[in-house]
Each structure stands twice: as structure tokens, then as C-alpha cells.
């Protein structure tokens, strides 16, 4: 929830009323609540009523998002449910007839946008042994919406994130300067100095073909798959955007790269994509370098959002452990 310079806390408080107060905006069943479930870039809140009905509500972070670029989400959910290529997650519209609403609480200098999603049934796949399977499901997701980022003709004006070099690591980075992370010492920035040149220099030689650059999911990990007995939805579009397309292999192992499983994941994610969409030996050849920018990318995320719990636990080591991947994957190179 970076982007406020009140402590977390305080603005959960003004947030808790917001939410509840807004759920006046769509049609609801009479004493529909909200609580707070989860705290990333946005607030995430279960909406449950008497008689069984539940909903999420979705608060999203101020100045991140224009309205704009949620619509375009919200299209690309619409086509890829449509046109059968995933099941996604379905969104309540409001009285007034649109999906997106805008609400105000006192004490918040800015409104915030709105949105309601359907309650999807369904756990996520497990992720405490083998992964593999998991992986595999992911990996044919990843293509199939791929393969429709590459013919859609998306809605224009398209506005949506990057996921590039330059929003890494570029002067006005999206989830901040790595380099400001938490345990960043001299030794730790000395090596990843020289992953972030490797890095551009890799991707530069890479290019921004469309085949190899289009809209991506950006955060398809094991967690936004629910599953079910009716089948598997992809949840959590609130990152889509611009990128490389392995990118979604990176991303699919967030936090969890040094993870000895991680070789036996990339193999089967790879065999699920290439069961739906050939790569060249060049895509899967950069796939470890869009780990590594992805990595920088947390590190970066883990500094600028130290204020919630799930950064603060996770900044203990990492800085370090960055660095010894990055050193291992620039030996490698060699």
C-alpha cells in the first residue's frame, strides 16, 4: 500500500470504513460487510452477507491505476472468458451501471476505485511438495493467453503497466529503487550493479518483437489458481500488462527462486507451454535472466512497501540471497 505516508495501521483504519461504506454502490444483500483479507498493492476484502453470499471487493491503491487502465483489465477478463480461453473471475457491476465505482473516506487526501468480484470457489494448488503438476497447468495457461495476446484486437486507447527494463530499473521505477531495499550492503551492491548491466544488456539484445513482447498476466503464480471440481480459474489481473512473455515464468516463482524444486517447475512449466505454443531456443534461453529481473523487482517491492507484514517478513536474507543468484546466473553465463 506504498503511496501513503501514513503508518499502515492508520490507514487500514480509514480504509475498513471506506469499504463498508461504499458497498451502498452496488445492489447488495441487506447487511453485507467487509473485512479485510489481504494487503499487497491493493486492500482485498471477503464481502459476506446473511443467507451465504460473499463477494471481493477489491480497493485499489491511490495513483497507480487510472480508471483507464482498469477498464482494460476488466476487457481482457471479459475476452478471455468469452472466447473460452480461461475461466477468470466474474465482477458485479454498480447501481449506476459500471463495474469500476470511486469512493472517498475522511482522512484520505485522495478517492480510491472500486471494484466487486464474484467469490470464486475453489484452493489454490498446494505448494508444499511437488510442484510439478501445478507448474505444468500454469505453463499452458501461460500460452493460451499468449496466444490471444498476440491476435487481440485490444480496445484502444490500451493502458496498462509495463513490465520492462526501464520500470525496473529506470529513473522513476514502478515498485521502487532496489538499491534502497532493506540489507543492501556494499558487497550485496556491488554484485547486483552488475546483474542490473547484465541484465539490460541480455534484454537489449533480446528486443521487443511482439512475439516476444505483448501483454502477460505478470503475476501468474500458483496462489491466483483456484481450483475446483468445475475446473481451474485464473484469479489477479490487477498486474497485467505490457512485458516479456516469459516474464510469466518469472513471476510464477516469486519469492521462491532459490527453492531447490525450482529446476523440476521450470521443466514442467515448459513442457505445459510448449504443449499449446512452441518457443525458440532463444525464448528459453532468457528465461533465467527475466528470473533475475524479476528478483530485482521484489527487492525493490520488498523496500518501498516495508510498512505491511508480508514485506517485513520477507526482507530478513533476501538482499543476499539476490545477490548469490545473480552471481551464480552471470557465472553460468560464462
Known sequence: MAGS??????????????????????????????????VSENATYLVE??????????????NYHTRRAIECELAWLDTLGSEDVVTTPGY??????????????????DPRFLVLFHFVEGAAPDESGDM?????????????????????????????LTWDVEAVFGDRPTWGNWRDAPEVTNDVHAVLEEVEATIRARLAAYGKSPERYNLIHADMRLANLLVDNTGTRLIDFDDCGHGWLMY?????????????????CKAAWLKGYQSVRPLSEADIAEIET????????????????????????????????????????????T
Open 132 to 160: 510439478s503438476a501445478g507448474f505444468e497447468e500454469l505453463g499452458a495457461i501461460a500460452a493460451k493467453c499468449h496466444l490471444h495476446a498476440l491476435t487481440w484486437d485490444k480496445p484502444a486507447p490500451f493502458e496498462r
Open 49 to 62: 452477507a446473511p443467507g451465504g453470499y460473499k463477494s471481493i471487493l477489491r480497493v485499489h491503491r491511490e
Open 92 to 109: 458485479y457491476t454498480g447501481k449506476d451501471g459500471s463495474p469500476i465505482q470511486e469512493a472517498r473516506a475522511p482522512g484520505l487526501s
Open 290 to 333: 527475466f528470473v533475475m529481473l524479476r528478483r530485482m523487482a521484489l527487492l525493490a517491492w520488498i523496500g518501498s512497501h516495508i510498512e505491511a507484514p508480508e514485506p517485513q517478513e520477507l526482507a530478513p536474507g533476501f538482499a543476499t540471497t539476490t545477490a548469490r543468484l545473480g552471481q551464480a546466473w552471470m557465472d553460468n553465463l
Open 248 to 264: 510469466d515464468f518469472a513471476a510464477a516463482i516469486s519469492f521462491i527462486e532459490d527453492d531447490p524444486r525450482i529446476p523440476d
Open 5 to 38: 505516508d501514513m503508518p499502515l495501521e492508520e490507514l487500514l483504519k480509514h480504509l475498513e470504513g471506506l469499504a463498508n461504506d461504499a458497498l451502498a454502490l452496488w445492489d447488495l444483500p441487506k447487511g453485507a460487510t467487509a473485512r479485510l483479507i489481504n
